[in-house]
């Protein structure tokens, strides 16, 4: 199979992960005879000091010629202070509503050699398998007056909540399909003693549940779905939820297997192509010094070469793989803990493809699909 995939490395990082990600993608491809090619763009932070924008033309023509997208993340302080339009965030809103990536996945799921790496306890985050699906290009994010201004002389700020019921329906209506292959349990998180957006969410939730009799629609108020993701997280399959809610239970769940540097993402459009990127951002504390996990990154692309090219067995490999290293006790700082060895970024990535490159080990998984 030949794929053509956009890498946005980005800032921070987000250079370090993406280069061990694509590392791994060239390994899959030795190994399962694909060729995969890589263009290079540029977004965020660096776009900015180069070209002047977050987000130049050229990286959008680059993402839509390419069949999937690989982000490494954005930002730093170093341009906190700039006008909005220049942020770096700015290029990710602005390429996911370009893209028209609706729904954002992120898995969580629970890694039994990390359980130390986790603050809750190991008989909480037991077994944990849930599919976060949070809306990715409406709600406050996008909405609009977005701005500070004057009334009657005293300073005020409004942010605005805008959906169209269209919308909430698609990503609602994914969340459901995607429960049918799994567990058949969606939870619908939203606010809706208090907001009218999220009694009008709650409402879509019931109309398409009602076409999908197999699937188990449960509605939770989203402080209380904070609460439970703590509390008693094994009771989630797929959780679907609009855009704020969505990005502050997700960061939340990372907790779940013990580091934001282990928890991959896919966005997902209506036509294609999709965008796969860790749900970490660009981490400027660590950046530069070859301590970031790039597990995220590299889980990622396990969910590009399912999700994007149909090819089931190269993403077992590469999910089988980063078990195998885990289980052989190696891990980045973020998730060390006692009698296990600490090793770079550059080591983690050469360890994952040595477990891809090694005949025995893949061998099995080609088996189990032959
Ligand atoms: P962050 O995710 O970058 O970092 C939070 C903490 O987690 C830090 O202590 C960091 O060292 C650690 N961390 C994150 N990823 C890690 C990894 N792979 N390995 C080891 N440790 C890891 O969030 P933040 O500090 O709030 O934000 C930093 C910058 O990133 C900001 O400019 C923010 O706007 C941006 N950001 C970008 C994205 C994105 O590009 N999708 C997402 C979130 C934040």
């Not at 006008?83 to 370009?98: D, M, N």
């Not at 009334?151 to 909430?168: I, N, R």
């Not at 960061?251 to 192509?273: F, H, N, Q, R, Y």
């Not at 994952?352 to 490159?357: D, E, F, W």
Request: hydrophobic fraction near 40%.
């Amino acid at each position: 199979m030949k794929k053509r995939i956009a890498v946005l490395a980005g800032d921070g990082i987000g250079k370090e992960v993406t280069r061990g990600a694509v590392e791994i993608l060239r390994a899959i491809g030795e190994r399962f005879g694909h060729q995969f090619s890589f263009s290079y763009g540029h977004i965020g932070g660096g776009a900015v000091d180069e070209l002047g924008t977050p987000l130049p033309d050229e990286t959008l023509d680059l993402c839509k010629e390419s069949d999937a997208v690989l982000l490494g993340a954005v930002g730093g302080p170093q341009w906190d202070r700039l006008p909005v339009h220049l942020r770096p965030e700015q290029g990710l809103l602005k390429i996911r509503k370009e893209l028209g990536l609706y729904a954002n996945l992120r898995p969580t799921l629970y890694y039994s050699s990390l359980a130390e790496a986790s603050p809750l306890k190991r008989e909480v985050i037991e077994e944990v398998d849930l599919l976060m699906v949070r809306e990715l290009t409406g709600g406050l994010y996008f909405g609009k007056p977005s701005e500070r201004m004057k009334q009657d002389g005293q300073d005020v700020v409004v942010d605005t909540l805008f959906y169209q019921k269209a919308e909430m329906t698609r990503v609602i209506k994914l969340a459901f399909e995607l429960a049918k292959n799994r567990r058949g349990h969606v939870t619908s998180v939203d606010k809706a003693n208090v907001l009218e957006s999220s009694r009008m969410w709650r409402e879509v939730a019931e109309e398409v549940g009602q076409q999908y009799p197999e699937v188990t629609l449960e509605h939770m108020l989203v402080d209380n779905a904070a609460m439970q993701m703590v509390r008693n997280p094994k009771q989630f399959d797929v959780v679907v939820t609009e855009n704020m809610f969505g990005d502050i239970l997700s960061d939340e769940a990372s907790v779940l297997t013990g580091s934001l540097g282990m928890l991959p993402s896919a966005s997902i459009s209506e036509k294609g192509p999709y965008l796969y990127e860790p749900i970490h951002g660009s981490a400027p504390d660590i950046a530069g010094q070859n301590i970031a996990n790039p597990l995220a990154t590299i889980l990622s692309v396990a969910m590009m070469l399912r999700v994007s090219f149909g090819l089931e067995q190269e993403a077992k490999a590469v999910e089988t793989a980063v078990d195998e290293v885990l289980n052989s006790g190696f891990r980045t700082k973020d998730i060390t803990s006692v009698e296990t060895k600490l090793v770079t970024t550059t080591e983690m990535v050469e360890e994952v493809k040595a477990t891809i490159l090694d005949n025995e080990t893949i061998q099995s998984i080609m088996g189990c699909y032959a």
